[in-house]
């Protein structure tokens, strides 16, 4: 069993800022933040209604960027 911390260190950890259309209320900040959080990989998700995107930090060799579009997508909004 490794150690978790040593194990977190050595993942490639990377962040990438999503541009997202059609969020008009925190209902919707929830459900974005929600499917993100259900990505495999992903670490943390900070989703801001003001500027329409999301900030989400990812194990890339779990989860990558397209996936992380298509969760957003799937749950019905536009990632720009
Ligand atoms: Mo608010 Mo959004 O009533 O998916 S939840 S519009």
Redesign the pocket.
């Known amino acids: 069993m490794l150690n978790p911390v040593i194990a977190g260190a050595a993942m490639a950890m990377e962040t990438v800022q999503l541009n997202i259309q059609g969020?008009?209320?925190n209902?919707?900040v929830k459900?974005v933040t929600g499917v993100l959080q259900k990505v495999p990989g992903v670490s943390s998700v900070e989703v801001s209604l003001e500027q329409r995107c999301a900030k989400v930090v990812y194990n890339s060799a779990e989860a990558n960027p397209a996936q992380l579009k298509a969760a957003v997508e799937g749950a019905?909004f536009e990632v720009i």
């Open positions: 969020m008009t209320c209902g919707c459900n019905g």
